[in-house]
């Protein structure tokens, strides 16, 4: 018996990514994510697993975004006793987003009247647990399970997971999960690998009705941005995640201050988190691009330039606010569902001189989404504000992939895949996606039910 049981990050869910692989002996789980962007889904990271975490003998993570690592403390708490394997940037992030995470999740619980779903104990058990691997490296779980890690170009240290499970026999069947593919060819992270030959594909969908405009013309979109919002004398904020974005925002407002193409002007990164996770990446850097390397090699900080200004107290922020003149303001959270953010978009958004630049994914129900979507009135801190700032979307700085990037990484494994495991994407992307699988590559493609038992191998 070989199977896989979907629970989270399926049935038109973005987030809560959660895969448990079962072999006659063996049972590893790839991710443990959290739910996020409704009450409901947020209600359901309180749920007990729909597997016993005490049996799971490792879990695997793709990489250290909330979605995909959020429940990790929690399946510690309800007895998970096995290995967390990731590579090290992969799990020094984690390590940091889950223990940020918690105050805020001490605080929902409390305002709704439940008990938080994990506790920095947990995150610390959890991290004792922590075995770190390095790209292409061959990791043995069991008798019966092994793996590699290949780079997803998603963020640092992403990956891409080609699982070889096996039923007591010599024969292996090979499940290969994407993760989160990134948006290549992307600065600092290296390029997406491309994977050969898998009997089975998990792979993400968030992307999967849209292509974004060319990586190589998005510096110059941020440019057009910049330069329109210091012409009409205004503030430019941006909801940024703190792990890649935030650093691919750095890396390019690098670029373009110290090459004269924008006007030097106060720039905030206005986030305790995104500092100390652009710290962890310099800690890194044998995970950078050989350009990169190359930059820091010749003397160059990729991530520090004349203008910018960290803001980690909580009175550096409010400073911002007295600052007169131009000014760009980088801020989380990236979906405007809390941290610093809110705050300034609750004084800057009734300015018309002012623009928010969305540059991430925005999941239904949160704030950047309404934002994203034209509402011209929205609820902040407890205030109807209205939106008369500009709002613009720069789809190049996704960090995921588009319809057509998946499309290419799927296709050379066609001819070998029995089935394609379409997850982590809203409805309509899904189902666009699946629609396109069909029809360009001729690949059996469904999107799973949540708690779904799929046999890859039959008893």
């Known amino acids: 018996m070989i199977k896989i049981k979907f629970c989270g990050g399926v049935a038109g869910s973005v987030t809560g990514a959660c895969y448990l692989i079962e072999t006659k002996s063996t049972k590893v789980i790839v991710d443990c994510g959290m739910f996020q962007g409704s009450k409901f889904s947020e209600f359901s990271n309180s749920d007990p697993f729909a597997f016993n975490p005490s049996e799971v003998e490792a879990m695997i993570l793709t990489h250290a975004h909330i979605d995909h690592c959020g429940r990790v403390p929690k399946l510690v708490r309800d007895g998970f006793k096995g290995k967390i394997y990731g590579t090290s940037p992969t799990l020094d992030f984690a390590h940091t987003l889950l223990n940020d995470s918690e105050h805020v999740i001490k605080e929902e619980a409390r305002r709704e009247g439940l008990q938080p779903f994990y506790t920095i104990k947990d995150v610390e058990k959890a991290f004792e647990m922590a075995a770190p691997k390095n790209y292409d490296e061959e990791v043995v779980v069991s008798s019966d399970v092994r793996f590699f890690l290949r780079n997803a170009g998603h963020i640092l240290g992403s990956s891409i997971i080609e699982l070889f499970v096996k039923n007591g026999s010599d024969k292996e069947i090979k499940i290969v999960f994407s993760g989160d593919l990134g948006n290549y060819p992307a600065p600092v992270i290296g390029e997406t690998r491309f994977i050969d030959d898998a009997d089975y594909i998990l792979i993400e969908s968030a992307y999967g009705d849209r292509f974004h405009e060319d990586n190589k013309k998005r510096k110059d979109l941020l440019e057009d941005v910049i330069e329109e919002t210091v012409n009409k004398g205004g503030t430019l904020m941006i909801p940024a995640f703190a792990t890649e974005r935030t650093q691919e925002l750095l890396y390019e407002m690098n670029e373009l201050v110290e090459h004269g193409r924008i006007a030097r002007m106060p720039i905030f990164l206005d986030s305790p988190l995104a500092i100390k996770i652009t710290d962890i990446y310099k800690r890194h850097e044998d995970y950078f691009d050989k350009k990169t390397q190359h930059l820091i090699a010749s003397g160059d900080d990729v ?23 131009p000014k760009i303001i980088i801020a989380g959270s990236g979906m405007s569902n809390g941290g610093r953010i809110i705050y300034h978009e609750a004084k800057y958004l009734s300015d018309p001189r002012n623009t928010l630049l969305i540059i991430g994914f925005q999941v239904k129900g949160s704030l950047g989404r309404k934002l994203l979507d034209g509402e011209k009135e929205v609820r902040i801190l407890g205030q109807n504000i209205q939106v008369k700032a500009k709002v613009v979307h720069i789809g190049g700085y996704s960090a995921h992939a588009d319809q057509k990037q998946i499309i290419e990484w799927l296709s050379p494994m066609r001819h070998t895949a029995k089935k394609v495991f379409v997850v982590q994407g809203e409805h309509t992307a899904a189902e666009a996606l699946i629609q396109r699988i069909k029809d360009e590559l001729a690949m059996d493609a469904q999107m799973p039910d949540m708690n779904q038992e799929v046999f890859l191998e039959e008893k």
């Open 303 to 325: 991530f520090n330039f004349p203008g910018l200004k960290f803001t980690p107290s909580v009175e550096e922020s409010k400073a911002i606010g007295r600052h007169e003149g």
